[in-house]
Antibody, heavy 122, light 111 residues
Framework: QVTLRESGPALVKPTQTLTLTCTFS??????????VSWIRQPPGKALEWLAR???????YYSTSLKTRLTISKDTSKNQVVLTMTNMDPVDTATYYC??????????????WGQGTLVTVSS | QSALTQPASVSGSPGQSITISCTGTSSDVGSYNLVSWYQQHPGKAPKLMIY???KRPSGVSNRFSGSKSGNTASLTISGLQAEDEADYYC???????????FGTGTKVTVL
């Protein structure tokens, strides 16, 4: 059974760096063809893809946010970490991690975490 | 990369069929048969309903179907039920390592 769960601060101040962790089970990022993405959704607004990391440590970022994002993985802990620098109130959103499945070449998101709401405010 | 365009809202009575459109460009929807659709109930995570334009994951009702013509993809819900009331988002691969361009979202209301 595949599950994902996001964790991180609920509140960050403007200009701070956000660090979110996705802890997953039911698959391994050491398995060829596996990858995990981060997606966010501002309150009442649409979904936005942010970043992806592959089993072989290839990384991909949203063009518009590329300079602020870093994605990494800890295969031994079944975790994927997303950092976003220079947070702004417009970054207030629910952040989801999702598996791109059943392989990276599927180009759809088959399992999602429940999401974590991050508010950016002083 | 701009978001795909969806109608803000679509409504229908129980038992009716509705169709949600998702309009992109020749760089995303028009170039790849890699459109997926997600259902999202309030306060919940999105749920995959359709992938690769018209394929249904195991467990998704066959009342949901997808299609594509040119730069526009469509999701049809037949035999509309109260539980179908939710937000729906389309998503397309857009090449150049852009793995998810989402639509603007459509709120489906069951009258």
């Amino acid at each position: 059974q595949v599950t994902l769960r996001e964790s991180g601060p609920a509140l960050v101040k403007p200009t701070q760096t956000l660090t979110l962790t996705c802890t997953f089970s039911g698959f391994s990022l050491s398995t060829s063809g596996m990858c995990v993405s981060w997606i966010r959704q501002p309150p009442g607004k649409a979904l936005e893809w942010l970043a992806r990391i592959d089993w072989d440590d290839d990384k991909y970022y949203s063009t518009s946010l590329k300079t602020r994002l870093t994605i990494s993985k800890d295969t031994s802990k079944n975790q994927v970490v997303l950092t976003m620098t220079n947070m702004d109130p417009v970054d207030t959103a629910t952040y989801y991690c999702a598996r791109m499945g059943p392989s990276c070449y599927a180009y759809y998101f088959d399992y999602w975490g429940q999401g974590t709401l991050v508010t950016v405010s002083s | 990369q701009s978001a795909l365009t969806q109608p803000a809202s679509v409504s229908g009575s129980p038992g009716q069929s509705i169709t949600i459109s998702c309009t992109g460009t020749s760089s995303d929807v028009g170039s790849y048969n890699l459109v997926s659709w997600y259902q999202q109930h309030p306060g919940k995570a999105p749920k995959l309903m359709i992938y690769e334009v018209s394929k249904r994951p195991s467990g998704v009702s066959n009342r949901f179907s997808g299609s594509k013509s040119g730069n526009t993809a469509s999701l049809t819900i037949s035999g509309l039920q109260a539980e179908d009331e939710a937000d729906y988002y389309c998503c397309s691969y857009a090449g150049s390592s852009t793995f998810g361009v989402f639509g603007t979202g459509t709120k489906v209301t069951v009258l």
